[in-house]
């Protein structure tokens, strides 16, 4: 285990692959995923020549340049997740993201109370697991093989491949398709969307939820004032390559013949940071004196995200951290 003096004078121990700096042989620009046009205007560059870029034409926020294979970030080594969750896979800990899933689950069984729920990169199947402790008949979706695996010790029946490479024979059999902080990752969304309406039920809702890019303009504009610039970035795009508001998102889903019938925000995840005192990340809670100043400016922000929510007239503003919809199929909800 490294000294903390060393722990945050370095990278510190995680199992994935992200790296603080890039290089340009790392990167390749892209148009902009929803109406493809190739003119934007780079608001912001992190990790060295990674580029946030809204689009002029439609305004979409996106990551160009962004990194050849981002999915790879989570394709690290097995033995380093484990040890990351040990004491959860254990019985003896929870997880740091375990109030925030419980919350995902109460959402969507305000729409849909059981039936067969499908998460899409599933991870090491941390809400999945929530999500049968309450009934639900679980199936993950993991295309890191390291992941997989350990999703797969849970006893969950998990897809080790890619979205759009589930079985045919899944097609129209799931209540429920979660997208929990997954389709920031996508590189193409409006493909992916329509893969995952592909396994949706007739009836059944899609739960998607991502990072609020308003949030994230917020943070940098106030960082701008203090002059301090955070050495990991604060878009997180080295593994989110498209960062959406709660109008861009409902476009996405329009766009992909589906219907939303809520969106809001959800509690921020307060992020653990053991790797600041020990060097090693860990995925349990820290305990509130680590790290109080930022938890407490995260929650407060929250709370106050719904004060600016009534004064906007509804939408969801610069101080939610997330934005969450719940959708279903179009043609199922005109019939």
Request: charge should be positive; glycine fraction near 8%.
């Amino acid at each position: 285990m490294r000294l903390i003096g060393e722990a945050r004078a370095g990278d510190y121990v995680h199992g994935g692959t992200q790296r603080d700096e890039y290089s340009e042989d790392d990167v390749v620009k892209v148009r902009c995923p929803f109406c493809e046009s190739e003119a934007g205007r780079r608001i912001y560059t992190e990790h060295g020549v990674i580029g946030i870029t809204r689009c002029t034409a439609c305004g979409l926020i996106y990551t160009s340049p962004r990194l050849k294979d981002p999915e790879r970030v989570y394709w690290g080594d097995s033995d380093i997740y484990y040890a990351e969750a040990r004491l959860i896979f254990e019985g003896r800990a929870t997880h740091h993201r375990d109030p925030n899933y419980l919350a995902e689950i109460r959402r969507i069984e305000r729409h849909k109370r059981s039936g067969r729920f499908l998460d899409v990169g599933c991870n090491m199947g941390m809400l999945l697991r929530l999500a049968r402790q309450r009934g639900w008949d679980v199936t993950g979706v993991e295309p890191s093989a390291s992941l997989a695996r350990l999703a797969a010790k849970w006893g969950f029946p998990v897809f080790n491949c890619f979205l759009h490479e589930v079985p045919a024979d899944q097609a129209g059999s799931f209540d429920v398709v979660a997208l929990s902080d997954v389709f920031e990752h996508i590189p193409q969304p409006v493909r992916f969307l329509s893969d995952a309406r592909r396994l949706l039920k007739d009836d059944g809702i899609m739960y998607v939820k991502v990072p609020n890019a308003r949030w994230s303009l917020l943070k940098q504009a106030l960082l701008s004032l203090s002059g301090r610039r955070p050495k990991r970035g604060l878009w997180d795009s080295y593994e989110h390559v498209v960062h959406y508001t709660d109008e861009t998102l409902t476009r996405m889903l329009s766009k992909s013949a589906l219907s939303v019938r809520e969106i809001g925000g959800e509690p921020p995840i307060q992020t653990p940071n053991w790797h600041e005192r020990v060097g090693q990340y860990y995925a349990y809670p820290t305990p509130w004196f680590m790290d109080w100043r930022r938890k407490f400016v995260r929650g407060a922000c929250y709370h106050l995200a719904s004060v600016e929510r009534m004064a906007r007239l509804g939408g969801v503003g610069f101080l939610a951290p997330n934005v969450v919809a719940v959708a279903e199929k179009a043609a199922w909800r005109q019939g």
